[in-house]
Each structure stands twice: as structure tokens, then as C-alpha cells.
């Protein structure tokens, strides 16, 4: 009597039998059925292939139907597979397309869901200003000067609408800001006596290469990523925005997306990622300033501090207040606890058409440097709120400036192709990188011991501290790279381009 498989009801050329349920199988049949469910078919208990029994029994040929002994019986047979083929095609073309047209009115509604919550926000947004403006005239009492005053009214998303009004700096923030620097100093003349252990050696970061490359991070609708930074404590958690309006946090050891925010209504040019929480700032030419919980991916304040676009950001070694710049030619230090600005300055020299590009503080905390788009760089005290110095040399719009953790150095970038490094001491250029000619420069970043310095921009560039001598030159990125950062120790360099993607570089 013939076995037959139980699963094909055919004569099995290698018979097996299961020992849950006492079937006879073909081991090809069974074997595939067992890796992608793991029971036996029949019975539906649980069944390794180690399980299964071999059958002894005599090879059986198998005659050939007689529909196959003549060549147009043959090729009678290619012509029924072609065109069931053909016809699987058709069906697999018939439902992509209806696919096709299901996302495109999916997305179309989000859109214009999108559309119809920004404009209600707006609205919104609008009353409840006009509605601040008019309390004041109604006689209600408004809080002193530096006490934080509550939320008149939560935006969309949960941001509390702040007041404009400058707060002042009071004596104790002004104490405070100096007992930091004070401690700053100190620990940074003990650190800049050695180099850390485990700094990465200027001959390992020549060997740099690609790590990985994650194009998934931000809107492939609107492609680009503006800005980057990396989490100060834990070097893992990558921070950057992209001209889809939104933020993202990335994990780089488990390569997963960790939050997504979203609030800014234009592109986000520049963000922060605390040094000591999970916490992000972001700045965007909506003219707002974010503070965000990462955890929940939902925004802490709201601080209205310019009425222009944002293009500087920079926060405070206290972590606790951060500095902004805008083409509305005044730079602006407000409260990321409250939301509260707690001074706006003009600069005095931004005339006419003359606007605010970037801001940076210096690692101690009571000076800063800003850019401007009329090639200066020019050094401000923080608590006398008075242009100390400004350097002159570029000849376009400085676009990155970057203090080095010694607080002996600057370097600025501008839209003339060079890199300038600056002695604050000596407070005069000391080296200038000269670029090729058309060489874009986005950003310019000191590692944690001010050992190196890398410039992104055509191509993304790590060079050798006071030697300023070329290491490594990374050329993956199809479009202009607009941020780079190194990880812990350099163990890693990240950047960002417009090309979409976050690369990581390293050994």
C-alpha cells in the first residue's frame, strides 16, 4: 500500500512521521511547515524537526503524464504558467494601485487637518495675547518683576502662552551666574593640565570611517536636517532638526527613534540637548523658542522672546537660562524653568539690514560670542550687557562660532570658505583654515577636552588642535552637512545634512 503525505496527498519521496499526531509527511513539506508555526499540522501540538521519524521504504519513479511525452504538449504546459503569471501581475498591479490611491487621500486629509489646527492656533494664540494685553488695563495686579507669574492661559499642546515683558536679573541670578563661573574657572585649570585617558588619539581618528547612516529620522516629503547635538551625560541619545518642522531624539545604541516633537510651525534651525537632563530647547524662524520633556514628548514652555526669526541658540552652563539670537538684531537670555525673558539687548551696531546669526557662551558663562551677517563676531558681558570686543576678518555672513572647553580659544566660520581661530587672550587671529574655493561651512564644534575641532559643511572635517593640522575628511554625505558633534572621549563624530541622514563615524 502506497504512504501518502498528509499535507500534499502525494506519494512523499522522503517520508517522515510525526509522533504527536502519527501522520506521514514529506520531510521538504513538514520541515517548512514546523520553522514557520512550530505545531504539527494535523494535530496542532507543539513539534520540533528533531521529532520527526524517518521511514524506510524502496525509491518509487515516477512515470511522467502522458500530456508531457510531446513538445507541443510541453510547450502547452509553459504556456499555462506564463499566463497565470501574467494574470497574478495584473492582480498585484490592481491593488497597489488602489493602495496607492488610498494613501494619497490619507494624506491628503492630514494635511488639511494640519492646515486647519495651525490656523485655529494661530486664532487662539492671538485672543489669548490680545486677552493679556487687556487684563492690565482691567485692573488686575500683576506680580512684581523676577516672580514668576502663572500661565494666563496653555496653547495647543500644552505650552503655557508667556508674557514678553522683560523680567530683569535680579541680584541672585546675577550671583548665581557668577558662583558658577567662579567654580567653572577653577575645575578648568585643573582639567587642562591632562588630556583624558581615554581620549581617542589623533592616529585612531584617522582611521575613522562610516559607522552607520539612519535616513529614516525626519519627513522624506520635506528632506533636510538642519541642526544636531548629543546628550551631554549620555552620549548615545542624538538630538536634531530637520526642515520638516520637527525635532527628533535618536538613540544611537538600540538605532531607535525615541520621541518625535512636534509644535514649531516653520523649520527648526537650532537645538540643544541639555547636558544633564532629558530635556531639548529648540529654535525655529516662527520666532519661538521650545523647552521639551523628552520623556513625553511634550513641550515645558513656550518663550516668546524675539519677534523675527531665531538663529542662534546657546544654553547656560547653570542649565537653567539660555541665549538667543534673531534677525530682529537683538539677542535675548530668558528662563527655561519659567519661560519668563529676563533681558533683551539690541545690538547697537545691527543696523539696517544687519541681523543676528548665531550665539554661543563662552564655557564659563559670563561672556558670549554672536555672528553677525555683516561678517563681524563680536564678544558681549552677560551681566553688564555691553559689547566687550569684536573681531573682524571674514568677508560674508558668519554662520558657526564654537568656544573650545579651555576658554583660550574661538573659532568662527563664515560664507567666505575659511575658518578663523581666535586667541581670546591675546584677543587676535591666530590661524586661519583656508577651505576651497565655494566651500560651504554650516558648523564648526571643539570635542569635550578642546583637543579637536570639526568642521561640517561640503564635506565634514576633523582637524588637530593647536597644530590645526588636518586628520580625516569624510566625503559620504550627498548634500551640504549642517551639523557635527563629537561623542564621549571623540569615541564617535555624528553629522547631519541635507541629504536626510544622521552618520556616525568612528573605528
Not at 306 to 320: E, I, K, N, W, Y
Not at 336 to 342: E, F, P, Q, V
Not at 375 to 391: H, T
Request: with cysteine; proline share 5%; glycine share 6%.
Amino acid at each position: 500500500m502506497a504512504l501518502c503525505c498528509a499535507i500534499s496527498n502525494e506519494v512523499p519521496e522522503h517520508p517522515v512521521v510525526s509522533p504527536t499526531s502519527g501522520s506521514i509527511f514529506e520531510r521538504r513539506l513538514i520541515e517548512k511547515y514546523i520553522i514557520e508555526n512550530g505545531v504539527d499540522p494535523i494535530s496542532g501540538k507543539e513539534l520540533t524537526v528533531e521529532q520527526l521519524i524517518d521511514v524506510k521504504t524502496t525509491p518509487i519513479v515516477k512515470p511522467k503524464p502522458p500530456s508531457a511525452t510531446s513538445i507541443p504538449a510541453i510547450l502547452k504546459t509553459l504556456q499555462d504558467e506564463w499566463d497565470a503569471v501574467m494574470l497574478h501581475s495584473f492582480t498585484l498591479r490592481q491593488q497597489l494601485q488602489t493602495a496607492r490611491q488610498e494613501l494619497s487621500h490619507a494624506l491628503y486629509q492630514h494635511d488639511a487637518a494640519c492646515r486647519v489646527i495651525g490656523r485655529l492656533t494661530k486664532e487662539v494664540t492671538a485672543a489669548r495675547e490680545a486677552l493679556a494685553t487687556l487684563k492690565p488695563q482691567a485692573g488686575i495686579a500683576q506680580p512684581p518683576a523676577g516672580i514668576p507669574q502663572p500661565a494666563i492661559a496653555v496653547e495647543a499642546g500644552g505650552v503655557a502662552n508667556q508674557p514678553t515683558e522683560q523680567a530683569g536679573m535680579t541680584p541672585e541670578i546675577i550671583k548665581k551666574l557668577q558662583d558658577k563661573a567662579t567654580v567653572l574657572t577653577q575645575e578648568r585649570k585643573r582639567r587642562g593640565r591632562t588630556v583624558p585617558e581615554d581620549l581617542v588619539s589623533h592616529e585612531n581618528i584617522r582611521s575613522f570611517h562610516t559607522l552607520s547612516s539612519h535616513p529614516g529620522l525626519h519627513s522624506a516629503s520635506i528632506p533636510g536636517i538642519l541642526s544636531l547635538d548629543i546628550h551631554g551625560a549620555d552620549t548615545s541619545k542624538i538630538l536634531t532638526g530637520g526642515n520638516d518642522r520637527n525635532a527628533t531624539v535618536f538613540n544611537k545604541d538600540t538605532e531607535q527613534v525615541v520621541a518625535v516633537l512636534k509644535g514649531h510651525t516653520k523649520k527648526v534651525t537650532r537645538v540643544i540637548y541639555h547636558p544633564d537632563e532629558d530635556v531639548v530647547i529648540t529654535g525655529s524662524p516662527d520666532t519661538t523658542i521650545r523647552v521639551w520633556d523628552v520623556s513625553t514628548s511634550q513641550p515645558m514652555q513656550l518663550i516668546r522672546a524675539h519677534s523675527a526669526a531665531v538663529t542662534g541658540l546657546s544654553l547656560h552652563p547653570t542649565g537653567d537660562y539660555v541665549l538667543s539670537t534673531s534677525t530682529d538684531q537683538h539677542w535675548a537670555f530668558s528662563d527655561i524653568r519659567t519661560g519668563r525673558l529676563l533681558t533683551k539687548v539690541a545690538d547697537q551696531g545691527a543696523t539696517g539690514g544687519i541681523a543676528l546669526t548665531t550665539a554661543q557662551f563662552h564655557p564659563d558663562g559670563l561672556i558670549f560670542g554672536i555672528g553677525t551677517s555683516d561678517s563681524q563676531v563680536k564678544i558681549w558681558d552677560l551681566k553688564e550687557k555691553s559689547n566687550l570686543r569684536f573681531f573682524a576678518g571674514h568677508s560674508g555672513p558668519i554662520t558657526a562660532i564654537s568656544f573650545s572647553e579651555n576658554g583660550y580659544y574661538l573659532a568662527t566660520a563664515a560664507d567666505d570658505a575659511c575658518v578663523k581661530l581666535w586667541d581670546l587672550r591675546k584677543l587676535k587671529n591666530i590661524k586661519t583654515l583656508q577651505l576651497d574655493d565655494n566651500y560651504e561651512i554650516a558648523d564648526v564644534c571643539f570635542d569635550q577636552s578642546g583637543t579637536y575641532l570639526a568642521v561640517a559643511g561640503t564635506d565634514v572635517r576633523v582637524y588637530l588642535c593647536k597644530q590645526w593640522q588636518e586628520l580625516r575628511v569624510f566625503n559620504d554625505h550627498t548634500a551640504l552637512a549642517t551639523g557635527v558633534r563629537f561623542g564621549k572621549h571623540a569615541q564617535y563624530i555624528a553629522s547631519t545634512s541635507m541629504d536626510r541622514t544622521l552618520k556616525f563615524y568612528g573605528l
